[in-house]
Antibody, heavy 121, light 107 residues
Framework: QVQLVESGGGLVKPGGSLRLSCAAS????????MVWIREAPGKGLQWVSF????????YYADSVKGRFTISRDNAKNSLYLQLNNLRPEDSAVYYC??????????????WGQGTQVTVSS | IQMTQSPSSLSASVGDRVVITCRAS??????LNWYQQKPGKAPRLLIY???RLESGVPSRFSGSGSGTDFTLTISSLQPEDFATYYC??????????FGGGTKVEVK
């Protein structure tokens, strides 16, 4: 069965950095685009970033553009999100998610359990 | 594309019929999806393409609508349905956008 497991979250000071990882299993990871979505307290769900199956195409929410970098290693079945110059408003639970099929429209059947990022001095 | 859900919260009893509305700021055809989220858990896909029931989701959940106006209906609320519900458009990205959520609470 599909499994997504995030790691790498933690407490960091404003301006600091973190690297989130998402280990995928149970499907042909290299065929699927992937996304990061976050949930901040009281703010609902927010799409953060997209990466194509090959890794050649990436997109970012305006609020993180220039600070966050999405990447993947298809040989390791892993997705990453590098978070730089973190701000308190980046505090959230970060989820990786995958679509139900490689060419499926952008809705998400599979989610990780989430990893908490807290930005505070 | 802005997604607006209403109400932001509601109180209901077991057995009640619950209707949640989602409005898009422009025509998104039927590219509308619904998720359920419980505290401390990842979102769960309920409905995709406005009305298609995700496998394993009880038939008391249904979705309807097209264009800009959509609804999620729970025909008879069950104890396990108390949660927050989000709509999400997949018509145009980036960015994908979600509604602000509707919290269904015990009356």
């Amino acid at each position: 069965q599909v499994q997504l497991v995030e790691s790498g979250g933690g407490l960091v000071k404003p301006g600091g950095s973190l690297r989130l990882s998402c280990a995928a299993s149970g499907f042909t990871f290299r065929d699927f685009y992937m996304v990061w979505i976050r949930e901040a307290p009281g703010k609902g769900l927010q799409w953060v970033s997209f990466i194509s199956s090959s890794g050649q195409t990436t997109y970012y929410a305006d609020s993180v553009k220039g600070r966050f970098t999405i990447s993947r290693d298809n040989a390791k079945n892993s997705l990453y999100l590098q978070l730089n110059n973190l701000r308190p408003e980046d505090s959230a639970v970060y989820y990786c998610a995958s679509p139900p099929a490689p060419a499926a429209n952008e809705y998400f059947r599979h989610w990780g359990q989430g990893t908490q990022v807290t930005v505070s001095s | 594309i802005q997604m607006t859900q209403s109400p932001s919260s509601l109180s209901a009893s077991v057995g009640d019929r619950v209707v949640i509305t989602c409005r898009a700021s422009q025509n998104i055809r039927t590219y509308l999806n619904w998720y359920q989220q419980k505290p401390g858990k990842a979102p769960r896909l309920l409905i995709y393409d406005a009305y298609r029931l995700e496998s394993g989701v009880p038939s008391r959940f249904s979705g309807s609508g097209s264009g800009t106006d959509f609804t999620l209906t729970i025909s008879s609320l069950q104890p396990e349905d108390f949660a927050t519900y989000y709509c999400q458009q997949s018509y145009r990205s980036p960015p994908l956008t979600f509604g602000g959520g509707t919290k269904v609470e015990v009356k």
